[in-house]
C-alpha cells in the first residue's frame, strides 16, 4: 500500500484592485454580466466571463427553468458560447461572479461539480490549462491554474478509448 496526497497551489488576492490589469477587467466583467442572469427562483445571479487565447472575450449568466433541472449554470453557458462562437479557439482564463439581493457577495464562488466536469472537457479537449478568477461583488479574489485541480480522479474521456 502506497498513500498518496493531492494538493494543488492557488492564489489569494484580498480585493480585485491587486490583479493585473486584465484579470481585474474579466473579473469586472463577469460581475457586470451578473445582471443579464435569469434566476427568477433562487434570485443568484452568477456571471462568467472568458478570454480566450485570441483576446477575444466571451460571457455567460446562469438561466434557470421552471423545471429546475433545466436550469443551466453560467459556467457551461459559456463555454458553450465559446465553442459555438468562436471554434477551436481554446479559452484561456474565466472568471466567476455572482449576485444577489438575498445573500452577501463579498466572498468567491466556486464552480458547481457539473460545471467543473465540462470545464475539464474543454482543457482535455485543448490540451490548454484553464485560469479561473473566481470573486463576489467585492472582496477576495481566487486565481485558480487550471479547473483540472478542482476536480481530483476526474472521469474524462481516457477510459473510454
Ligand atoms: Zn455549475
Do not use: W
Not at 466571463?49 to 443551466?72: H, R
Not at 457551461?76 to 479559452?91: D, E, F, N, Q, T
Not at 479537449?125 to 476526474?154: M, N, T
Amino acid at each position: 500500500m502506497k498513500e498518496h496526497k493531492f494538493e494543488f497551489q492557488y492564489e489569494i488576492y484580498n480585493d480585485s484592485s491587486e490583479l493585473k490589469k486584465e484579470d481585474a477587467e474579466l473579473l469586472g466583467k463577469a460581475r457586470a454580466v451578473t445582471k443579464y442572469a435569469y434566476a427568477p427562483y433562487s434570485d443568484f445571479r452568477v456571471g462568467a466571463a472568458g478570454i480566450l487565447v485570441n483576446g477575444e472575450i466571451i460571457s455567460g449568466t446562469n438561466q434557470e427553468n421552471a423545471s429546475f433541472p433545466v436550469g443551466i449554470c453560467a459556467e457551461r453557458v459559456l463555454l458553450g458560447a465559446a465553442a459555438s462562437m468562436h471554434p477551436g479557439i481554446p479559452i484561456k482564463t474565466i472568471a466567476v461572479s455572482y449576485d444577489s439581493d438575498n445573500v452577501s457577495t463579498d466572498h468567491p464562488i466556486s464552480p458547481c461539480g457539473m460545471c467543473r466536469q465540462a470545464l475539464i472537457e474543454q482543457e482535455t479537449r485543448f490540451h490548454q490549462p484553464i485560469r479561473l478568477i473566481l470573486s463576489g461583488q467585492q472582496g477576495k479574489v481566487l486565481i485558480i491554474r487550471s479547473a483540472v485541480s478542482l476536480l481530483p480522479f476526474a472521469f474524462t474521456g481516457d477510459e473510454l478509448e
